[in-house]
């Protein structure tokens, strides 16, 4: 991705592996500063995770399976026993840290399913570390794919509305939704970018800083504001990521999703949901389908930029604590018009594992 460093244009990966250290632009500091966090094993890489130094469904799988490389690279001296016992362990740390998107699942268990192959702890750290970058740069080409098949679906002219964060800050490079976008820009095409802040967690911050990086033309809005644009006329498409889709085409995602696909089915507005094929849940068990509820001081409480002391602040908004944070919700697939994988673009009615066959 384009990184504008002191007037410079830098090209960086969102999260990559060097000797042992996960490195990873830490998403808790920007857009006010562009910090590359390291993580030097295993715990801080799944602690970064937990913090959402490192978010986004694909990305979050990509920093576990880079974890795994670390945990065997810690445990190599073990008896395999105790080696794989281990190994074990942390895979699920790692399906524990944020339990809604499945890629994370998806991407461990490959990981897991490849080391097992594996007959000493040493050959399963050269399995770990090569299926890891294999992960990583499937991630990476999948997402330029999903931006090359989808930026068609953008004209010249239009008002693109966009939810959370779903560019290369929530996988490897390019992002998701957001990739539609890039690719879209990049056939010279003039539209503007209509993002939510996305309270609480307000990942608008970290769109607007992606999409300032690429000269895209773009606005911050309240969430509350998106109904007030489709209702002038302004939105005609609107473009998501996901962290969980199901066969029958449901689609799990930043919380506030649901409201914005009802809304666009109300005024006619397209709704497209972009993701990889990582994303998909093909075999779902109800009891793996979980909404992740996160620390309310999200709510109660907002991290912002001190301008004197140049300092990040956090400053309390609510006295209560009576609050509740969901940070997903489900969105029913009557209300979603195409879903953009790196394969198809698959449109309804929806029956995922029929229709990725092809
Ligand atoms: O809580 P987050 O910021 O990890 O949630 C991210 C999203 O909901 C994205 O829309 C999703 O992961 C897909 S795009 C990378």
Request: hydrophobic content about 40%.
């Amino acid at each position: 991705m384009k990184v504008k460093i002191n007037g410079k244009v830098m090209e960086y990966r969102n999260v990559w592996m060097e000797n042992g250290i996960v490195n990873m632009i830490d998403q808790t500091r920007l857009p006010f500063e562009f910090r590359i966090q390291k993580t030097k094993s295993y715990r801080e890489t799944a602690e970064a995770i937990r913090k959402m130094q490192i978010r986004g469904a694909p990305a979050i799988g990509v920093a576990a399976s880079y974890g795994l490389v670390q945990a065997a690279l810690e445990f190599i001296n073990l008896k395999p026993e105790e080696f794989w016992r281990k190994m074990e362990e942390v895979a699920q740390e790692f399906l524990n840290t944020r339990p809604t998107a499945v890629d994370l699942h998806n991407m461990v268990k490959r990981m897991m399913t490849k080391i097992k192959k594996a007959e000493s702890p040493q050959q399963c750290l050269q399995i770990a570390l090569s299926e890891s970058q294999l992960i990583a740069e499937e991630n990476a080409e999948a997402c330029k794919k999903i931006g090359l098949l989808g930026r068609d679906l953008i004209k010249s002219g239009d008002g693109v509305l966009t939810h959370c964060n779903t560019g290369a800050l929530g996988t490897v490079d390019y992002g998701t939704a957001i990739s539609i976008i890039k690719f879209a820009h990049y056939q010279g095409k003039k539209f503007i970018v209509l993002a939510t802040e996305t309270r609480p967690w307000l990942q608008g911050r970290l769109t607007d800083w992606e999409l300032t990086q690429e000269d895209i033309e773009h606005y911050i809005i309240a969430d509350a504001a998106a109904g007030y644009y489709m209702d002038r006329g302004e939105v005609q498409i609107v473009l998501v990521g996901a962290d969980r889709i199901l066969p029958n085409g449901d689609v799990i995602n930043k919380i506030g999703t649901r409201i914005l696909a009802v809304l666009a089915h109300e005024n006619n507005i397209p709704f497209v949901v972009a993701a990889p094929t990582t994303s998909i849940d093909l075999f779902p068990k109800a009891e793996n389908i979980k909404i992740e509820e996160r620390d309310t001081k999200e709510i109660t409480h907002i991290k912002g930029y001190n301008e004197e002391t140049k300092e990040l602040q956090t400053l309390r908004l609510y006295l209560t604590d009576r609050v509740k944070n969901p940070v997903f919700d489900i969105t029913p697939a009557k209300y979603i018009s195409k879903i953009v994988t790196e394969k198809h673009i698959i449109e309804p009615p929806y029956n995922l594992k029929k229709q990725l066959q092809n």
